[in-house]
């Protein structure tokens, strides 16, 4: 049996990997859990665009044919550099999303470095996103999960399956899935996490009939850092519940309302195992390791800009003793000797040398250190982070 699976659903921009599962999965499967993770993204989009879909789209002959290589030149390093061939495979793919995005309710379409993505249905409205759930059969990624998704994590037999949602794009694709696996898998406990659930925690908190309608797709919602309540859970879902013991950052319904677990301690960023990144094939030219080293914006207080800090641990309001709610900020960073331990590692064991570092902040000091310790281990850095191996002696 698998303990957990853990799933990114669409849509997400392929060319990008986002790296909350890749932790999560590193995680678990440290603390001995058996861990399967599943990139539904990429392999949804290509679903969407494959020649029978097209077809039925009333695609030309050409593109029927044409589409196949067009999505491999995606993840050719030679066309890239050869730039035409690439820029035709690139503009294949985007004629063909035009012509599914008129054969469909919902939008999909491709251009430029974006996908976009808006199911006809309002993501920022409950009574819109169960809506979408009773029409299941009209959603764009409906035959992706029918066909090779919900199969294929059946056959896993997972005690929880966790779904990834980042922002409101992924919100409906991932309420249709979690009620096809509702179906499928009727023991299994079926959670959503990500940066989205940390800004829907008050509603999904709600004591109301939108909100409980929710809770019958889904058994909880995870909101913030998922590393400890993920653990938490399926120690519970494993031992039993302990008495008065609720899992941190956990939401469930208990037959009559969602009640609520307490916060977690911020996890230390040196105690997190390497992330483990091996479920993506994102449309790059060589495999590219997406790693975060911050959880967070050390603006934070400072800065009011952005919302980023709301979304990690690293934040925390505390009520004082005049009633005044005070930000508190603690500063989190793993350590630059671990990060270059890390991508020498990934190096080392995969070849790979391109990774993306998804911070929204990361220090010219910080940068000139990690350079250190990577020359240290005869390692150089270039701009965009491709490794080479050097001698010692450069
Ligand atoms: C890097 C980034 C991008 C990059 C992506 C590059 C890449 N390699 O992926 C780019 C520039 C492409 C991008 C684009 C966009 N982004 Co952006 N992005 C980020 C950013 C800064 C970092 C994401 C990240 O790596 N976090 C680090 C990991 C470790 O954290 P995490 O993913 O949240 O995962 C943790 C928890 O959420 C949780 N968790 C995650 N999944 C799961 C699943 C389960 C089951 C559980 C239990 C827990 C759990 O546990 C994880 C580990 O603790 C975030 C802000 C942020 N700090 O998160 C914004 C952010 C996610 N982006 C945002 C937005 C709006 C967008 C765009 C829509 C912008 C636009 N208008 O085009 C696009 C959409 C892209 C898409 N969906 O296709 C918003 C989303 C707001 C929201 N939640 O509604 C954010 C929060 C920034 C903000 N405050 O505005 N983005
Ligand atoms: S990420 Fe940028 S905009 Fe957001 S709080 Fe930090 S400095 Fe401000």
């Known amino acids: 049996m698998t303990d957990a699976v853990l799933v990114f659903p669409p849509s997400y921009y392929p060319w990008f990997v986002a790296p909350g599962l890749s932790h999560l999965t590193a995680w678990l499967k440290a603390k001995g859990w058996a861990v399967v993770q599943r990139d539904a993204n990429i392999p949804a989009i ?3 665009l494959r020649p029978e879909a097209l077809a039925v789209a009333g695609a030309p002959g050409h ?29 294949m793919i985007e004629e063909a999303s035009t012509i599914i995005d008129a054969a469909v309710p919902d939008t999909f379409l491709i251009f430029r470095n974006t996908l976009k993505y808006i199911s006809a249905y309002d993501a920022r409205r409950r009574e819109a996103v169960m809506a979408a759930v009773a029409d299941r059969e009209n959603h764009l990624f409906h035959d992706y999960y ?3 998704e919900v199969p294929a994590i059946a056959t896993l037999k997972p005690r929880l399956v966790g779904l990834s ?16 696996l509702r179906e499928a898998l009727p023991d299994t406990h079926i959670t959503i996490g990500g940066n989205l659930i940390a800004r829907l925690k008050t509603t999904l908190e709600a004591d109301d009939p939108l909100t409980a309608a929710f809770y019958t797709v889904v058994d909880s919602f995870i909101h913030h850092e998922g590393e400890q309540p993920l653990a938490a859970l399926l120690e519970e879902l494993v031992h039993g519940r302990v008495a008065n013991r609720p899992v941190p950052q956990v939401i469930r319904f208990d037959g009559a309302r969602p009640v609520s677990g307490p ?18 094939r994102p449309w790059t030219p060589e495999p590219v390791t997406a790693l975060n080293i911050y959880r967070g914006c050390y603006y934070s207080g400072i ?3 952005c919302d980023i800090n709301e979304g990690y641990d690293t934040v925390v309001h505390e009520r ?19 990060v270059a331990e890390d991508l020498a590692v990934w190096h080392g064991e995969t070849g790979r040398r391109t990774f993306s570092f998804t911070d929204e902040w990361f220090r010219v000091s910080e940068m000139l250190e990690l350079g250190e310790h990577l020359a240290a281990r005869g390692l150089r850095a270039c701009c ?4 080479r191996n050097v001698s010692r002696s450069q």
């Open 263 to 280: 916060p977690s301690v911020p996890v230390q960023l040196d105690q997190l195992p390497r992330p483990d990144p091996e479920a993506y």
């Open 165 to 180: 949602v980042n922002d409101h794009h992924q919100l409906i694709p991932s309420m249709v899935l979690a009620s096809m």
């Open 384 to 387: 965009r982070m491709g490794l």
């Open 303 to 305: 800065c009011s800009f």
């Open 320 to 338: 004082q003793t005049d009633g005044q709610v005070k930000v508190k900020f603690r500063k989190r960073l793993r350590p630059m000797a671990q």
């Open 146 to 148: 029918r066909d090779v």
């Open 46 to 48: 290509e679903h969407v």
């Open 63 to 91: 593109m029927l044919t044409g589409i196949g290589p067009a999505l491999a030149t995606m993840r050719d390093e030679a066309a890239h550099h050869a730039l035409e061939p690439y820029l035709a495979a690139k503009r």
